[in-house]
């Protein structure tokens, strides 16, 4: 089945999101969606997927033009797309969620339902049990619950939003090896979208390239990455620089920490960091990383062991203790954790800003928000509410919330979900709070930046932790083992 | 956002509003004449019963509209608070309830000059609201229990409460109402062509302005503000997210309070069983329809009042049961909050990711979540 969308435009307030769009996709072929963040892939993804109407332009299914504008339209004609979190319902099992949102009278044929879903799975090579319960899956299998879902319901045009994101290296494998069998033997259309180079170069097909709203190219593999990055960026970029540690005093110390979850019990971890010292924190999700930063941030209680920052025992005490002795803490989720979806730009930097008194100064409040976007780059006006930022600039929001020079600072995957330039510029304000004597601890799925960035590395493994002293003797490879659960000096080859 | 789209959505916003009145006043109409009854004959005696006579306003009819719209007010203000923390205070019926309680106490125990009396059992009855909403608040954060569940049963040992001393040791007789108050413990109205009290409308204007002023202009009030969108992001973003539901709770106590007390003191001069009269709940539909826009609540609580008061002639004049008025409040609510729906799916995007949920969507959450 192939898809055409034509001049497709699309507004939010003052942003145009999909700027006179027109691009064909043919069936039996991946192609990768590429633009840095606000370059408005998701936007024209969801419009294809029904979410989204468009403001004008049309969408051609095999030459004939169609009309929808719910997701289960397009799901009707044949367009499905797999959001970047899986829409699943936790407490239901693998098969209950895949029966949900089928066509099924009131009284499912169960067994037909499992023999469907055990057929598909087999074909893609995915490993699900049928009874686990959704909320006890990896982000990974939810997504390979929603595409066998999203294949029973006959769709062959599928759209990934920003699949890999994350998920295990061997999770990813399974599932590029699924989608290109899925386009080479079945025939479907797979639009793929992502802002990961490497991703777009070892799956797909063809490529289009989108910038602040705009189509700005399409290419025929094989490229090279230096010209997809031209393409995105209008520029080739080079790698930031790396500055030479020198660590002070102790700014967070953990001493025999014991915290449990769910799915990890964590004891006797011992952490350090000094100030102007990055630390980095690997691991599958999961692994005790979060509890962690929870625990020094005091947004989770631990078991057992102290928590002090500065010298100063915060083990237990409130969230706005920490903040009061200058920790600063940015959490994965930004419309969850961080950011109020209702508020504007302007709202959120008062919120934040000591310097206003008991009544509010909304001048002082615009010129702040006037003076943070223009440094932080940020798209978007002081009366913008935050929700209608695309995602790197809400994380740029979130960057221009934290004050110049905290004592210490906690990040959750603070590049998750960003293109290499937006990912690269976070880092250089993070460094530089960091030269400045910011201590800095971050939780990261991507190997590369962990290497990258931290001075030292901890690895997470089932709750055990193992420390990497000098994140520059460590390859990404032996970085991936350990998070395996292969110790240090074990054979990394195997 | 072009200046012309921007019309074009205000002129959008417009037309759905008008036709949801439009369409309520239709359905309306048809109610009235499933029942037997003249659609224009109903209204004319609505209009009589707010005091719009051919003749012109009749001010004792009249009165009778403020009345209700003042302690009505009272708890629309102290619930635009909760609504803007985004919490769901069911339980200020039985604040209102504590509230007349603690004014009735002060009424029959305390002796002092009227400039004392009636301010110190207005203040007692504000506190005794802001205590019981307190406490609903303490189950919430300390408890985990939600302010709906929390509210009902606070209602619930509310009005009970009140029942008790009414029949017990309060009570008189009969056991239907404690005795009169004396004169000296009440308000008195302004005069006996326009009997409303100007204490309780200059202490409700007064209260308003501020609590309008607090919600729009102060830290605090975009703190609440915050927290009613995400409580999460709101204390990740330094909100001392705990201590401003405990206070917006006793807050619209508070006001819960004054209601009640003007309930006793003013309407009733004693204390009666439901004292609150449904008011508190009046005002949750209120509030509901407002949003947050707080300047709305004045004109729309003064046309449910209006409604409710107009509707005491339809039984007496036209043999129709004086609920009329609930069906027609109902419709009305169920139709503004449709036009809401409606227009977030014209806005061209799907409903769940409008800018602003809508008043259902919010309730519909809170339910879930509790």
């Known amino acids: 089945m192939s898809v055409e969308v034509r001049h497709i435009h699309k507004t939010f307030g003052a ?182 180079l490497e991703d777009v170069l070892e799956l797909c097909d063809e490529v289009a390239v989108l910038r602040l709203g705009r189509l700005v190219g399409t290419a025929v593999m094989p490229v090279t990455t230096g010209e997809l990055v031209a393409m995105m960026f209008g520029q080739a970029l080079a790698p930031p620089s790396r500055r030479a540690a020198t660590p002070g005093d102790t700014v967070l110390e953990v ?30 999700d999961g692994s005790g990383q979060q509890l962690l930063t929870r625990a020094c941030v005091g947004l989770a209680r631990p078991l057992g062991g102290r928590v002090l920052i500065n010298g100063v025992d915060m083990t237990g005490r409130p969230y706005r203790d920490f903040l009061a002795a200058g920790v600063s803490f940015g959490a994965a989720g930004r419309l969850e954790e961080g950011l109020v979806a209702g508020l504007t730009l302007a709202e959120h930097f008062i919120l934040t800003d000591a ?140 | 956002m072009t200046r012309s789209s921007l019309l074009g959505q205000r002129a959008l916003a417009l037309g759905i509003g008008m036709a949801s009145i439009a369409v309520s006043l239709l359905l309306t109409a048809l109610i009235i004449l499933a029942v037997g009854a003249s659609p224009l004959e109903v209204f004319n005696k609505v209009t009589e019963g707010i005091g719009l006579t051919p003749t012109g306003l009749d001010m004792v009819r009249f009165s009778g509209v403020v009345n209700f719209w003042i302690p009505l007010m009272f708890v629309c203000t102290g619930l635009l608070v909760t609504f803007t923390a985004g919490l769901w205070n069911i339980g200020v019926e039985g604040q209102m309830m504590f509230g007349a309680v603690c004014a009735t ?91 409303v009290s100007a204490v309780a409308l200059i202490l409700m204007a007064v209260v308003f302005g501020g609590i309008f002023l607090a919600l729009s202009g102060t830290r605090w009030g975009l703190e609440l503000k915050a927290q009613g969108h995400s409580q999460r992001s709101a204390l990740l973003l330094g909100v001392p997210v705990e201590r401003n539901v405990l206070l917006a709770m006793a807050l619209c106590g508070f006001m819960a309070g004054l209601a009640g007390s003007v309930r006793v003191l003013f309407t009733y001069g004693n204390l009666r069983p439901l004292v609150s009269g449904g008011i508190g709940f009046l005002g949750l539909l209120v509030v509901l329809l407002t949003g947050t826009r707080a300047l ?69 959450e809170a339910a879930i979540h509790g």
Not at chain 1, 55 to 66: A, E, F, T
Not at chain 1, 387 to 400: D, H, I, K, Y
Not at chain 1, 422 to 451: H, K, N, P, Y
């Open chain 2, 296 to 364: 709305w609540a004045p004109p729309i609580a003064f046309f449910f009042a209006a409604i409710l008061g107009g509707s005491t002639r339809l039984k007496i004049a036209l043999q129709l049961d004086q609920s009329l008025a609930g069906v027609v409040q109902g419709i009305l609510v169920l139709m503004v909050i449709l036009a809401n729906g409606v227009r977030g799916r014209l806005r061209g995007r799907h409903p769940a990711q409008a800018p602003e949920p809508s008043a259902s969507l919010e309730a519909e």
């Open chain 1, 15 to 196: 942003v145009h999101a999909n700027d006179d769009i027109s691009l064909t996709f043919a069936d039996g072929r991946i192609y990768g969606i590429l633009g840095e963040n606000g370059a408005g892939k998701s936007t024209l993804m969801k419009i294809l997927s029904g979410f989204y109407l468009a403001d004008s332009g049309q969408i051609l299914i095999d030459g004939r033009l169609v009309h929808y504008d719910t997701p289960r339209g397009a799901i009707e004609v044949g367009i499905g797309m797999l959001a970047q979190d899986p829409l699943d319902v936790g407490p239901l099992t693998v098969l209950e969620n895949f029966v949900y949102g089928q066509p099924v009278g009131p009284l499912p044929d169960w067994q037909a339902a499992r023999r469907r879903f055990a057929e598909l799975a087999e074909r893609l090579g995915f490993r699900l049990e049928p009874d686990m319960p959704v909320e006890r899956l990896s982000i990974g299998q939810r997504q390979e619950l929603e595409i066998i879902r999203l294949l029973a319901l006959g769709v062959r045009v599928l759209i990934l939003d920003e699949p890999t994101t994350g998920i295990s290296a061997e999770q990813k494998s399974v599932l590029f090896a699924s989608l290109q069998r899925l386009a080479r033997e079945d025939g479907l259309t797979i639009l793929f979208v992502s802002h990961k």
């Open chain 2, 105 to 195: 106490w002060v009424a029959q125990e305390v002796f002092l000059p009227t400039v004392v009396q009636v301010p110190l059992e207005m203040l007692a009855a504000a506190l005794g609201g802001a205590f019981w909403a307190a406490l609903t608040g303490l189950l919430k954060t300390r408890g985990g229990v939600h302010e709906i569940f929390g509210g009902v049963a606070m209602n619930n040992l509310a009005n009970i409460f009140s029942i008790y001393l009414i029949s017990g040791p309060w009570g008189n007789q009969g056991g239907q109402a404690t005795p009169p108050f004396r004169q000296e413990t009440l308000l008195l109205p302004m005069s006996s062509e326009f009997r």
């Open chain 1, 255 to 284: 001493q025999d920490l014991f915290m449990a979850s769910e799915r990890v019990v964590m004891r006797d971890c011992q952490v350090c960091v000094r100030a102007g010292e990055v630390v980095g924190l690997a691991g599958l």
């Open chain 1, 355 to 494: 310097g206003q008194g008991w009544w509010i100064d909304r001048e002082r409040g615009r010129q702040i928000a006037e003076e943070r976007i223009a440094h932080y780059r940020i798209m978007g006006r002081p009366d913008s509410p935050i929700e209608t930022l695309s995602g790197g600039n809400q994380q740029r929001v979130l960057m221009a919330l934290i004050p110049p020079a905290p004592r210490l600072l906690v990040l959750e995957h603070p590049t998750r979900g960003l293109d290499v330039e937006s990912a690269r510029w976070i880092w250089e304000q993070i460094l530089a709070r960091c030269a400045a004597g910011t201590a800095v601890m971050f939780t990261s799925a991507d190997l590369d930046e962990l290497v990258t960035y931290s001075d030292r590395i901890l690895v997470f493994y089932a709750g055990q932790v193992t420390e990497v002293p000098d994140a520059r003797s460590v390859t990404v490879d032996e970085l991936g083992h350990l998070i395996g659960g292969q110790r240090v000096g074990e054979e990394a080859g195997r």
